[in-house]
């Protein structure tokens, strides 16, 4: 089905003095950007006249100090085939706004980054998202943070095989780049020999589909009201993680297990309320330990990510390799005498 994309984004710069080397000494194991959209499944339907309030952030002046940045952006897809299902548009325009805040204290930060997005043919598509929401504290023998929160495991590019601690934003990246924010205490520990984390996850986040009008979705539309889960306790079971990394000379490794909620579900087929047919999804409850290694060769990078998941039917196991070369200028090439 081609598609065209035509996008118009508008970024803000951040406010001096700060910049993002100066705040982010403390951070720099921890990634400052989470999504979770508020449709169902995540934390309730806001009606869309929030979005001036939005834009009265983005612009007002901050009253303390701090970091401010962001973005405003404009969407057209047009669509060069007719539509396949009933109600689906040959085109669509949608608006977002991302703006976030970043302050540092001497032993701790704060961000927020809400999301919203107006789409003029998906109803599921409009959103109004808390990208992030998350406390961090350091003294110094650790790190402790509160919050909404996106963290990203993984060294390949085609796969992300061990990146599980975030479910998927479908509806914003068919590609399953971007994911939901996922509300957690992370308690960080960095040592000589290494840094362990653990993540507790109080609260699941169902992953986000295309609407009955929304394009680039499934024969059957996926009926989000009726998600299944192994658990009893649904969205409310509390999954856990482990990762330990450590950098070994040319080598970086990362060890992890999670223990908890599938981010993958799997479908049944089911009908709607009017009697039509839809895929549910159902999350089966799973465990997943995953290796990472990456080998910086001079210009090469070498890397590998591998897992084993049980859970989701008979165990299986799975990995992904690649590489990356940077040539160097033609100055800062070795000569050879």
């Known amino acids: 089905m081609p598609e065209i994309h035509l996008k118009f984004q508008r970024q803000i710069p951040l406010s001096p003095p700060f910049s993002k080397g100066e705040t982010d000494t403390k951070d720099k194991n921890k990634i400052r950007t989470g999504d979770p959209p508020l449709t169902k499944g995540g934390w309730g339907d806001l009606p869309l006249y929030f979005f001036p309030l939005f834009l009265l952030l983005f612009f007002a002046s901050p009253a303390t100090a701090g970091e401010w940045s962001g973005y405003i952006s404009s969407e057209a897809r047009l669509f060069l085939q007719d539509p396949l299902h009933e109600g689906q548009r040959e085109q669509s325009l949608a608006l977002a706004a991302q703006p976030e805040y970043y302050h540092a204290w001497d032993k701790s930060s704060f961000t927020a980054v809400p999301f919203f997005r107006l789409d003029s043919a998906d109803t599921k598509r ?42 998927t934003d479908l509806i914003e990246s068919p590609d399953r780049e971007e994911k939901l924010g996922q509300p957690m205490v992370n308690l960080s520990i960095d040592r000589e020999w290494g840094t362990f984390d653990f993540f507790l996850l109080p609260y699941f986040r169902e992953r986000t589909f295309p609407g009955r009008k929304g394009r680039l979705r499934t024969a059957f539309v996926v009926d989000t ?51 039509k047919p839809v895929f549910i999804p159902f999350y089966d409850q799973i465990g997943q330990t995953g290796l990472e290694l990456q080998l910086v060769a001079e210009a090469w990078l070498w890397k590998l990510e591998a897992i084993h998941r049980s859970g989701q039917g008979k165990s299986y196991q799975a990995w992904t390799g690649g590489f990356e070369y940077t040539p160097l200028p033609v100055f800062l090439k070795p000569k050879w005498t």
């Open 225 to 275: 009201d009726q998600a299944q889960y192994e658990s009893s306790d649904k969205q409310a079971h509390l999954d856990y993680a482990l990762r330990f990394t450590r950098t070994l000379g040319d080598w970086d490794l990362a060890l992890s297990h999670f223990q908890g909620t599938s981010r993958d579900p799997s479908f049944k087929i089911g009908t709607d309320a009017s009697g």
């Open 126 to 167: 409009s959103q109004l998202d808390i990208r992030e929401f998350f406390y961090l504290w350091y003294p110094g023998e650790f790190e402790l943070g509160i919050g909404i929160r996106k963290v990203f495991w993984g060294v390949t590019e085609s796969q992300h095989l061990v990146d599980i601690i975030n479910q």
